[in-house]
């Protein structure tokens, strides 16, 4: 049985007076899907992500939540959402309890759920504690809380894990993934963790400058190109020539902002390889080091706009 | 069922934005111990007269002329009259003169001797501001009869040069200076006070509170709830009001037993002289900071209404000595309605009949304010 879209984006425009962020985007996503809304900095996802919870209004297009627009649906859809803007920062001389509890008192709940949402996030200890006092982690994991409160249908987050160490990471991969056990709640997570987008999602979409340039299940974007392998080198004199790119090989070679090491993505390994070798001995470059190995989301996004996604 | 939980919300709203203000140590120094020590520093140094000294440059003929020497008046009242300083250093005052009151204060003058140029020298630096010139068996006195202190140091000089000797009474029995409650300057200061800490208060504590707020996006994921965004503006006012009560309390309770201050009019009028004040200024803190987000424009905004209005509403000293075009206009900036009436409540036993209407102007202003306030609000 195929369920209506919790959440469809048609054709969104926005632009700020200095740039369009983003340009002509359609998305569908059904309830209980986990979204990742994969992109660089400035790919346009947070402007994505706050047109969708009403914070910002499209130029063009529409946006539907439950089949409802914003307009005239404002406490209604406030109601069945939850979210964690990128940074927000609470009063600082407020206890972590007090703070949920001030969330809780907006959706008419009490003490318990105060105590429910605690202990879901893991800030039991901290509890007591000034907002101010937490470490990132444990700040990014009361907004996540507070995100929780009113059990949503719709959990939208920006950005969760930007700057927290790999263990703080993984709890909040923890917190996430529990819910997505015992909930039916949709989730649509920007990040610009490869990483996150996997371990966390069901669903990838990538996203740079305003467009979405593919989407799909993890499965379903590596498979176009599950052939392909991917040779990484680094070259042992010298750097790798800025014009590699125009000297007739028939496939691409990425290098990177330094130079000295590369990433080719091969579809006919029997004949590509031979070529590239051939190159190199013809350009008297010398391997220190060559792998070879399975394309990843990494090398995919690679393809798409010809840099990393952290670069 | 839903009215009771819109009262909870509020009630947790205020509680929250509550907590953030008294767990911050310096509210408690800024907002009322300072005022305290201001009020204690004013006006004792305003209530008790210090030792005024008077400098004065004397030039004297080069030499004492045989015949006439009953025309060196100034010569003979120095040597007569003053205490002489035999020092050799040549920076030294040559002669002093201490005139004792109990009243306005003593003076003590202190005579130094030099030539012409280096007495023109000291004038324009200021150390002088009369310069003594003995001149064919006149004293002449050189200063600027616009600078009201050097006036006053020829008036008594003039008055006491060339008499002979000198009647000083230690305790001046013609000046009756007025201590009645009500006309020191301490009850001229107080109200000043309260209007100051209402204003400062409202639109620091509102107006920067927004702003902050506003920066950290508080406000945007506040309001991505369901929580009614008045009841955001009308918590933070009401914090803000209470805080500025406590403090009023404490700072006219501190004054009441230190300095026995009363109030002679309506009590009843004077707390809702005192609310009206609260909802002006924070009517007008929450339209400035109604769109920013940047604390530093914030931190401007707020400077270009506060330091006007301290300057002009007479909070330390009157506002009668600026210009007579400008007085009605200063009578009617709201730091100026609030400082006075509250004054008239305090010091001449003003009620309702002589405030109602300023007590309506202020609450109007605060409620255009606001209602305009919160059409520009950006809460993201």
């Not at chain 1, 402007?47 to 406490?75: A, C, F, N, S, Y």
């Not at chain 2, 020092?87 to 003590?108: H, M």
């Not at chain 2, 309605?337 to 010091?347: A, V, W």
């Not at chain 2, 002589?354 to 305009?372: C, D, K, M, N, Q």
Request: proline share 3%; aromatic share 10%; charged share 20%.
């Amino acid at each position: 049985m195929v369920t209506d879209p919790v959440i469809e984006v048609k054709n969104v425009w926005k632009s700020f007076k200095t740039v369009q962020a983003v340009k002509g985007v359609d998305l569908a996503i059904p309830k209980g899907q986990f979204v990742a809304l994969l992109g660089p900095n400035g790919a346009g996802k947070t402007t994505l992500v706050e047109m969708i919870e009403g914070i910002q209004k499209p130029d063009k297009g529409e946006i539907t939540i439950m089949g409802k627009r914003w307009k005239g649906h404002e406490d209604e859809l406030h109601r069945i959402i939850g979210i964690s803007l990128q940074e927000t920062r609470f009063i600082d001389k407020l206890r972590v309890s007090e703070t949920l509890q001030l969330f809780a008192a907006f959706f008419n709940l009490g003490k318990q759920k105060v105590d429910e949402i605690i202990n879901i996030v893991g800030l039991e200890e901290k509890r007591k504690s000034y907002v101010v006092n937490l470490s990132g982690g444990q700040r990014q994991r009361l907004a996540i809380g507070i995100s929780l409160i009113n059990s949503p249908v719709i959990l939208l987050l920006d950005e969760p894990t930007t700057g927290l160490d790999p263990n703080a990471r993984r709890e909040i991969w923890d917190i996430l993934q529990a819910l997505k056990e015992k909930s039916e709640t949709s989730m649509i997570l920007t990040t610009h963790y490869m990483e996150e987008a996997e371990n966390l999602c069901d669903y990838i979409i990538i996203m740079d400058q305003g467009v979405i340039l593919r989407e799909g299940t993890r499965q379903q974007l590596l498979e176009e190109s599950t052939d392909e392998k991917v040779i990484e080198f680094s070259i042992e004199n010298g750097l790798i020539p800025e014009d590699i790119n125009s000297s007739g090989l028939s496939f691409t070679v990425h290098r990177d902002a330094s130079g000295e090491r590369g990433s080719v993505a091969l579809k006919h390994f029997e004949t590509d390889l031979p070529e590239f070798m051939a190159y190199l001995k013809s350009k008297s470059i010398s391997l220190k080091h060559m792998e070879c190995r399975r394309k990843t989301l990494d090398d995919l996004f690679v393809s798409l706009t010809g840099r990393k996604i952290n670069e | 069922m839903n009215r009771w939980f819109r009262l909870y919300q509020l009630w947790q709203l205020t509680a929250a934005l509550f907590r953030e203000i008294i767990r911050e140590p310096g509210v408690l120094f800024w907002g009322i111990l300072f005022p305290i020590l201001m009020s204690l520093g004013l006006g004792i140094a305003f209530t008790k007269k210090a030792d005024v000294i008077r400098k004065v440059a004397v030039i004297l003929p080069n030499q004492k002329s045989e015949t006439a020497d009953s025309s060196f008046i100034l010569d003979n009242f120095l040597d007569l009259n003053c205490e002489k300083n035999n020092s050799a250093d040549r920076d030294a005052y040559r002669w002093k003169l201490v005139l004792k009151d109990d009243k306005l204060g003593n003076s003590i003058f202190f005579f130094y001797e030099m030539d012409w140029q280096q007495a023109m020298i000291m004038l324009k630096r200021g150390t002088v501001n009369v310069v003594l010139l003995e001149k064919d068996g006149n004293t002449e006195y050189h200063f600027d009869p616009l600078n009201p202190d050097a006036q006053l140091s020829y008036m008594k000089l003039n008055g006491l040069i060339g008499k002979g000797k000198i009647v000083v009474s230690e305790s001046n029995p013609n000046i009756k200076p007025l201590t009645v409650t009500g006309t020191r300057y301490i009850d001229f200061l107080v109200p000043g006070l309260i209007a100051m800490g209402v204003m400062m208060s409202c639109m620091w504590g509102i107006s920067y509170g927004l702003i902050e707020k506003r920066s950290k996006k508080l406000l945007r994921r506040l309001v991505a709830t369901p929580m009614k965004k008045s009841h955001f503006l009308i918590a933070l006012i009401t914090v803000r009001i209470t805080m500025n009560f406590i403090e009023s309390a404490v700072l006219f309770l501190f004054a009441l037993f230190a300095f026995k201050m009363v109030i002679q009019g309506d009590i009843s009028a004077l707390i809702l002289m005192f609310l009206a004040g609260n909802i002006a200024f924070a009517g007008i803190a929450v339209f400035v900071s109604s769109h920013t987000s940047n604390t530093e424009v914030g931190n401007g905004l707020i400077n270009v209404v506060v330091f006007p209005l301290m300057v002009l509403s007479g909070i330390f000293f009157s506002y009668q000595n600026f210009p007579g075009w400008s007085i009605p206009v200063i009578q009617k900036l709201p730091l100026t309605m609030l400082t006075d009436g509250i004054r008239s409540i305090f010091n001449e036993g003003a009620g309702y009949h002589e405030v109602a209407i300023p007590i309506l102007i202020l609450t109007a202003t605060g409620i255009i304010f606001f209602s305009a306030g919160l059409k520009i609000f950006k809460w993201h």
